[in-house]
């Protein structure tokens, strides 16, 4: 029996809803089939954005989204991606594959789809190719009210009116594709960058710098030091594999236990992260005003077989389930720092939350997971005190089970718990304090098979369904969670 004690009464910050925050780069099939199809496409559309796709993201409240990149940010240069698209220059996507962009989908048709689907658009500048002067001007295009050349130009393309634009990344990876540059050059950069990311009227910017690549401490050390007092947020990318050797995939579909066992655990390796490179932010900004931003996070596989490499589509199975509610249980319970953090990527693209195939679309298990945790978004995070047991593979061992828990603006509590065991159940008693329970009801979502996975075929293969093994009793919630689930439970 797995004894849990929740102080309900115990709040310990609010989790930032941009936690459950996406991605989406001009990678593959990400923008264009995934989110734009333009408004001649046989597929259903509004002005040009995927309908089923609008639908699908406004059911899981995304609150923020990243664009347009990832490496490809600091080769993007956002003149050409506005005024008439026959007009616009096509471009080389030297990252991705090598295939022509045709820069179809730019500022504007970005801006316009955050508002579709009701998200903040968070916008990554281009430090490692572009200039000073065009970052500066992308900021006047988007948010400056009054007459200057670039609110006219918005202007003559359509849009009176400026757009809020409230989040804005100075550069990308600056240690490796956004330019190679060492912390101490990149520290410099971003703060000459980060001087003409200007506020225009009512738009308040939060500056982002670019941030650590996994466990590189010294780059935070020195962005700390040299540039905190230029930034709100300082982003980190990790992704989960099945090794830590590159050159060793793995299939997304094709596993055993042992390599479900490494991603998990892989996985568990982002709370080590975020201690260390918050441990580091505490010594330069000891009152927390400076974000940690996973910007980029997620499971990184072998492409679907037949697929180009350099376009990352990977399937998504319990595993990216297991492996997304592990990160969010970390992120929310690190809540006093990480104030966003977002999912490579949200279509067609490594872990993503929708899947399309044409006409086709198909909800992944990972996006059934955004789903359940979606009422954390901006709810208070619980105190909690549990000792998990082990979940040990060859000579190895994880925590069996992941939890966090938060009470919502009406009062209601959620635990979402995952138990990583792929054959053994998980017995829990919650012993709830600090308040009265009145009713407990759950959701689950769990599989027999560890690689259970959704197809266009089968595409409800693996959907959330009514967790009713669990009983409320004394203030005691109890129940057995099935092996390998992750569980969002309700108490009222
Ligand atoms: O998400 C794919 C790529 O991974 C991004 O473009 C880059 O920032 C990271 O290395």
């Known amino acids: 029996m797995i004894k849990i004690i929740l102080n309900a009464d115990v709040k310990k910050g609010k989790i930032n809803k941009n936690i459950y925050g996406h991605f989406s780069e001009h990678l593959g099939r990400c ?6 199809v333009g408004e001649d496409s046989s597929i259903p559309n509004v002005k040009g ?9 406004k059911k899981i409240k995304i609150p923020i989204l990243r664009w347009p990149g990832g490496c490809f940010a600091d080769e993007y240069h956002w003149m050409d991606g506005i005024g008439a698209k026959e007009n616009r220059p096509c471009m ?17 048709e970005f801006l316009e789809f955050c508002e579709l689907i009701g998200a903040e658009p968070y916008i990554c500048g281009n430090v490692g190719s572009g200039t000073v002067q065009e970052m500066q001007q992308w900021v006047e295009y988007i948010t400056f009210d009054g007459k200057s050349p670039m609110a006219d130009l918005r202007r003559t393309n359509g849009k009176e009116g400026p757009w809020s634009l409230k ?35 009512d738009n308040k910017i939060y500056k982002i710098a670019g941030g650590a690549s996994v466990d590189d401490y010294h780059w935070t050390e020195v962005l700390m030091r040299e540039a905190g007092k230029q930034m709100d947020g300082l982003s980190l990318h990790y992704y989960t594999r099945v090794s830590k050797d590159w050159s060793v995939r793995g299939s997304a579909t094709e596993f055993e236990e042992n390599e479900w066992f490494s991603v998990l655990q892989n996985a568990f390796y982002m709370e080590e992260l975020v201690n260390r490179h918050a441990t580091i932010m505490d010594k330069y900004d000891p009152e927390k005003k400076i974000g940690l931003i996973v910007d980029e996070w997620g499971t990184w596989f072998g492409v679907e077989p037949g697929t180009n490499p350099g376009f990352l589509y990977q399937q998504n199975t319990l595993r990216d389930a297991l492996a997304a509610g592990v990160h969010f249980n970390i992120f929310n319970n690190h809540c006093d720092r990480v104030q966003m953090a977002n999912i490579a990527q949200m279509i067609n693209v490594l872990q993503a939350v929708i899947l399309t195939e044409g006409q086709k679309m198909l909800l992944t298990p990972t996006y059934h997971v955004f789903d359940m945790y979606k009422v954390h978004h901006d709810a208070q995070l619980l105190s909690m005190e549990y000792e998990s047991p082990d979940y040990a593979f060859g ?30 159940g998980a017995d829990v008693d919650i012993d709830i304090r600090g308040v009265a329970a009145q009713s407990c009801a759950g959701t689950i979502l769990t599989a027999n098979e560890m690689n259970a996975k959704n197809t266009f075929e089968a595409p409800n293969n693996i959907t959330t369904k009514v967790f009713k093994n669990i009983f409320l009793a004394n203030n005691h919630v109890a129940g057995k969670l099935p092996p390998k689930s992750v569980v969002m439970l309700e108490i009222i």
């Open 395 to 424: 000579g190895d061992k994880i925590p069996r089970i992941s939890v966090s828990s938060s009470q919502d603006k009406d009062g209601k509590i959620h635990v979402s718990i995952c138990n990583l065991n792929p054959s053994q």
């Open 167 to 201: 989040y804005f990344g100075v550069g990308n990876e600056n240690w490796g594709c956004g330019g190679n540059m060492r912390a101490e050059y990149y520290a410099d950069q971003y703060r000459r960058y980060a001087t003409y990311v200007r506020n225009f009227g």
């Open 92 to 108: 080389i996507n030297t990252h991705w594959g090598g295939v022509v962009e045709n820069n179809h989908f730019g500022t504007h």
């Open 49 to 57: 954005f995927r309908t089923d796709v609008i639908e699908a993201l």
């Open 31 to 36: 923008i264009y089939e995934g989110i734009w």
